[in-house]
């Protein structure tokens, strides 16, 4: 019987998700002048995980450190380059330029002097914007200081009589052919006896530069300020800023020295202000011809560096791929080994054996485009390493696995979770959601993301929106399953409608939610499908709902958990493990189901006999006092001695799990290694302690370690019994989450909605639809989603998973280019 069982699984069709993709150990030859071409063809399909034969050298003392070195510079100059781009505002185009392959000295030259010509273009530019705006804030300073020595022309008989110790006298002006070149510099000027400072200062610092002043000059001094006109760059940071133009009239050279040194502590520009009205006149004038030519400069430089921005804009992404690619290739080809005779380099590393033919499909086509004489050598290798894991996944199926790689990545050939989560997972959240009005809002959602995938596959979203969107068809089939669920419960928003017909129950008194009724009488068939309407607002609503969904939860819960012990001896078969399943699944199996498989059917047998039995006091009553008469808890004819036999087998089948393996293990292995001593004679063609870094090294044998193998053994069936009683308590949380999300809803719909629809006023009414809203928004679509996704979670990953997933392998990572990160980032 058990062949035939056998020979029938064997002829089952193999799952592509089931089970990993078979890999096989490589070793690649590759002949120096075709290396570069065929790691890039490599590259170009994916399929191919090297393996790093130098890990014991640094960075530094690989082969191609020299070509990485120029990569790294060239991708520093492209985000250079990037910069420019982004700070000027030069939109980038979203797809890579048509143009002929780009030889890479080629493209190092053409980044460097791009690089040198834009930071030649900047460095002019940043002089010239700081000589214009030195001259605005010049003309602002001739325009407002007019009014102080005007002014100062009144008082200066006054000021002379008060200062008249410390007057000194100017030397006057030297007529130039342009007055700006000396009137620009920092100095002082006379007026009348009075020297003056006219200058420029940050508003922000006024204050505090006036009464700096004030205390400096011991109040000898005369301190003029007016707003600049317009807010200006501050030629030392290019920062906008507001800034007022200030005139210190003063006198004495020691007065002088003090404010220059304050001016320069505050970062005040000052200017020489002529006081003649002619030299005024005619210096504005000139200020105002030269402001001309430099707005003219710098917007004819501006236009020369946008048009050659725009031009590095449509070839950056094709020369950003390029390097990536080549840095990527020459990273590749670090990992590589050279061949005694220095020749050739030499690969290791995984790929699956349905690839073999593309890769070598590849290797020929590289040794011919490179002109190679001698073509590159694919040998497959035995190996003692446990390959990598590898799955084939679309876009829905996708979501799901990487779900549970969150978990633990699956060992070579494990059975897949991801398989049967595709499923359970949204319909166990849709256990704890089911309400078909918020399933239609979350299927909503998911369609929209769905409609725009094309469009928002190749954006960068935030985290939140990169999660949501990368989980979309799990999203789908969730909303999908909330409504399945929610037309069970009847519940659209918590209102239950009789979509299905009629409900089989009729209210004896005038009401059925008054303790006093009598309650529902049956008074036609029962309802076709899912919960009575009849039972919503009812006095025994909720023990009946308390009671359908804690019922249903543990059924669900030990249909799961037997789905992950049955798993686990799929995977003792394919393993070819026969102690794992005569000594784990199968007392597993009689333990769980002894228990409380025993459970699950005594309450299918209540729900379909009409039984008034208490099932805690069976269940209690099963462990404490076995033989004792069942009487009125009695669901059907010889129960007690099932009871009896069943306890039974729970009991035999803790050390059924306990010692045998242990035990057998330790015979198995004296019995396998008995009188080896002599080791194997290595030779001259195949000595594999040779290859230090080759994944075909010699693994000496481990001693056996009874005790540890023992305590493990034990450590697993201890887990596995507590995680019996545990894990089925934990399948409460369906009935739970399902009871609060339901009530919740009620609230908001009974204590918001038609609380305010009672009052006649549409403000009120308003206000209570605005506030059911948000709570059904951001409450019960997005709390509670987020609360029941987590759960479901927990019970995939623990409940489930720990039942026959180890979870302790390793992804196949192929060197691909499609999988190169954004170095900009």
């Not at 002097?113 to 214009?132: A, K, V």
């Not at 400069?297 to 921005?309: E, F, I, P, S, Y």
């Not at 659209?492 to 089989?504: K, Q």
């Not at 306890?647 to 330790?666: C, E, N, S, T």
Request: glycine share 6%; proline share 3%; net charge negative.
């Amino acid at each position: 019987m058990q062949r035939r069982i056998a020979e029938f699984l064997d002829r089952l069709p193999e799952m592509d998700l089931m089970r990993s993709e078979k890999m096989t150990f490589v070793q690649l030859i590759f002949p120096f002048e075709s290396a570069h071409r065929a790691v890039s063809y490599l590259g170009d399909l994916g399929l191919v995980q090297f393996r790093d034969l130098n890990e014991e050298k640094s960075p530094f003392q690989r082969t191609f450190v020299n070509q990485v070195k120029r990569c790294a510079e060239m991708s520093r100059k492209l985000r250079f380059l990037r910069e420019q781009i982004n700070k000027a505002g030069v939109m980038l185009p979203d797809t890579l330029a048509v143009q002929s392959d780009i030889d890479l000295e080629e493209l190092e030259t053409q980044l460097g002097e791009h690089e040198h010509e834009l930071i030649e273009m900047n460095s002019n530019t940043e002089r010239l914007q700081h000589t214009y705006n030195e001259l605005l804030e010049f003309k602002m300073v001739l325009q407002k200081a007019a009014g102080f020595l005007f002014s100062g022309k009144e008082h200066s008989v006054f000021e002379e009589r008060e200062l008249e110790e410390n007057v000194f006298s100017n030397n006057g002006y030297v007529e130039a052919a342009s007055l700006i070149d000396k009137e620009m510099r920092p100095g002082t000027s006379e007026q009348s006896g009075l020297n003056f400072i006219s200058g420029i200062v940050c508003k922000s610092k006024a204050i505090m530069f006036e009464r700096m002043l004030f205390r400096a000059t011991r109040g000898n001094m005369l301190f003029n300020q007016a707003l600049a006109d317009e807010i200006v760059l501050d030629p030392v940071t290019s920062e906008e800023v507001e800034k007022i133009v200030f005139t210190v009239f003063f006198s004495g050279e020691q007065a002088k020295k003090k404010i220059l040194k304050i001016c320069e502590a505050f970062g005040a520009n000052c200017y020489s202000v002529p006081e003649d009205i002619t030299k005024q006149r005619q210096m504005t004038r000139e200020v105002l011809s030269r402001l001309s030519d430099f707005e003219a400069t710098l917007d004819a430089g501006l236009r020369h560096r946008n048009k050659v921005l725009s031009s590095i804009a449509l070839q950056l992404p094709k020369w950003t791929n390029k390097v990536r690619r080549e840095k990527a290739v020459y990273d590749t080809l670090n990992m590589l080994n050279f061949d005694v005779t220095k020749k050739c380099l030499v690969g290791e590393g995984w790929c699956p054996i349905f690839a073999k033919t593309k890769i070598q499909e590849a290797l020929h086509r590289a040794t011919f485009d490179s002109n190679s004489l001698v073509g590159v050598i694919f040998h497959v290798m035995d190996s003692v390493e446990s390959p990598p894991t590898y799955f084939r996944t679309n876009k829905v199926t996708n979501a799901y696995q990487e779900i549970v790689d969150a978990y633990g990545v699956a060992q070579y050939q494990e059975a897949n979770p991801a398989v049967y989560s595709v499923i359970t997972f949204p319909f166990l959240f849709a256990v704890m959601f089911g309400d078909w009005g918020h399933g239609i809002c979350l299927l909503l959602g998911a369609l929209v993301l769905i409609a725009y995938e094309s469009k928002l596959i190749n954006k960068k979203l935030g985290s939140f929106m990169e999660l949501l969107f990368g989980g979309r068809y799990v999203l789908l089939f969730m909303s999908l399953f909330s409504i399945y669920c929610g037309l069970i419960y009847n519940e659209f928003f918590s209102v239950p409608f009789s979509i299905f017909g009629r409900s089989a129950y009729e209210c004896r008194d005038s009401s059925c939610s008054d303790a006093a009724s009598v309650g529902l009488v049956k008074v036609r068939d029962a309802y076709p499908f899912g919960v009575d309407p009849k039972w919503r607002g009812s006095r025994s609503e909720l023990p009946f709902l308390n009671s359908l969904k804690m019922k249903m939860s543990i059924l669900l819960g030990m249909t799961q958990m037997n789905l992950g012990i049955i798993l686990s001896y799929f995977n003792a078969r394919f393993f070819g493990s026969s102690l794992d399943i005569r000594y784990q699944f199968v007392p597993q199996m009689i333990f769980l189901n002894s228990l409380f498989g025993y459970l699950s059917l005594l309450i299918i047998v209540k729900w379909c006999t009409g039984s008034q039995a208490d099932l805690y006091h069976v269940m209690i009553y099963m462990f404490l006092s076995p033989t004792d008469d069942l009487r009125e808890n009695e669901l059907f004819w010889g129960q007690r001695p099932l009871q009896m036999v069943l306890l039974l087998l729970a009991i035999v089948a803790v050390p059924w799990m306990l010692f045998p393996k242990p035990f057998i293990q330790r015979k198995l292995h004296f019995a396998r290694f008995q009188g080896r001593t002599y080791g194997i004679l290595g030779t001259s063609e195949m000595d594999i302690e040779s290859e230090p870094d080759s994944a075909r090294r010699h693994h000496h044998h481990e001693e056996f370690n009874f005790s540890e193998v023992f305590v493990h053994q034990m450590i697993h069936s201890i887990e596995f019994v507590l995680g019996a009683v545990s894990n089925t308590a934990s399948y409460l949380r369906l009935w739970a989450l399902s009871l609060a999300h339901s009530e919740l809803s009620t609230v908001f719909y009974e204590k918001v909605l038609l609380l305010a629809w009672g009052y006649d006023n549409f403000i009120i009414r308003l206000v209570g639809l605005a506030v059911f809203a948000f709570a059904t928004a951001f409450i019960l679509l997005m709390m509670e989603t987020l609360s029941a996704f987590l759960h479901a979670l927990r019970l995939h990953w623990v409940e489930f998973q720990n039942k026959f997933y180890h979870g302790d392998g390793y992804k196949f990572k192929p060197f691909s280019f499609s999988l190169l990160m954004d170095e900009d980032e």
